[in-house]
């Protein structure tokens, strides 16, 4: 059974930067899209950015773009989420999702992943 394992996340001031990390266990790695989303309570869990298996293709949302960086290690079965420049209106549970898939592209609904983490409560605030 695939798990996931979020980490890295916390309370960090309004312009700050935290990196958020998603280890995989259970299978290889480099065979599944890693999507990340994020919660707010009562809220749809919103995509944020995706990889492709291989790494060489990446999604990111408008709201995030330039300031997020999705990246990928498969050597360490880990996935990343670079986050500079936090608004507290980002503040939610951040989730990494997968899906196995070789495709060159990958998506950011939620319909799209099959395996979820735990998440990871990130809390932007002064």
């Known amino acids: 059974q695939l798990q996931l394992v979020e980490s890295g996340g916390g309370l960090v001031q309004p312009g700050g930067s935290l990196t958020l990390s998603c280890v995989v266990s259970g299978f290889n790695a480099a065979y599944y899209a890693i999507g990340w989303f994020r919660q707010v309570p009562g809220q749809d869990r919103e995509g944020v950015s995706c990889i492709t298996s291989s790494g060489n293709n990446t999604n990111l949302g408008d709201s995030v773009k330039g300031r997020f960086t999705i990246s990928r290690d498969n050597h360490k079965n880990t996935a990343y989420l670079r986050m500079n420049g936090l608004k507290p209106e980002e503040t939610a549970v951040y989730y990494c999702?997968?899906?196995?898939?070789?495709?060159?592209?990958?998506?950011?609904?939620?319909?799209?992943?099959?395996?979820w983490g735990q998440g990871t409560q990130v809390t932007v605030a002064s």
């Open positions: 999702a997968a899906v196995l898939s070789l495709a060159a592209s990958c998506g950011t609904l939620r319909t799209e992943y099959n395996y």
